[in-house]
């Protein structure tokens, strides 16, 4: 198994900045696709963006197109996700995802999640 555990939360202003970060642990890091979804009050959990094995290829819900973007570094076993000019509507807690299995923007072929964090945009 895959342990997930993200940091980089907090409060800021619309149009702010705020970097994910999410650490993993084991050996075989290099083996999971990689994501990001996002659950605010009320709403599904929602796909917000992927990367895959090697870090060749990424994909992002069309909310976030432009705004955010997802990297890895399977040295350090370590996914991010950088969000630019956020706005209040990105407010949610945020997971991180890992699957071992091709691209998927479904949160029911996710294999492990993270404990969340609290991403609080104020207008």
């Known amino acids: 198994q895959v342990q997930l555990v993200e940091s980089g939360g907090g409060l800021v202003q619309a149009g702010d900045s705020l970097r994910l970060t999410c650490a993993a642990s084991g050996r075989t890091f290099s083996v999971y696709v990689m994501g990001w979804f996002r659950q605010a009050p009320g709403k599904e959990r929602e796909f917000v963006a992927a990367i895959s094995r090697g870090g060749d290829s990424t994909d992002y819900t069309d909310s976030v197109k432009g705004r955010f973007t997802i990297s890895r570094d399977n040295a350090k076993n370590s996914v991010y996700l950088q969000m630019n000019s956020l706005k209040p509507e990105d407010t949610a807690v945020y997971y991180c995802?890992?699957?071992?299995?091709?691209?998927?923007?479904?949160?029911?072929?996710?294999?492990?999640w993270g404990q969340g964090t609290q991403v609080t945009v104020s207008s």
């Open positions: 995802a890992a699957r071992r299995g091709i691209l998927s923007s479904s949160r029911y072929a996710v294999d492990y």
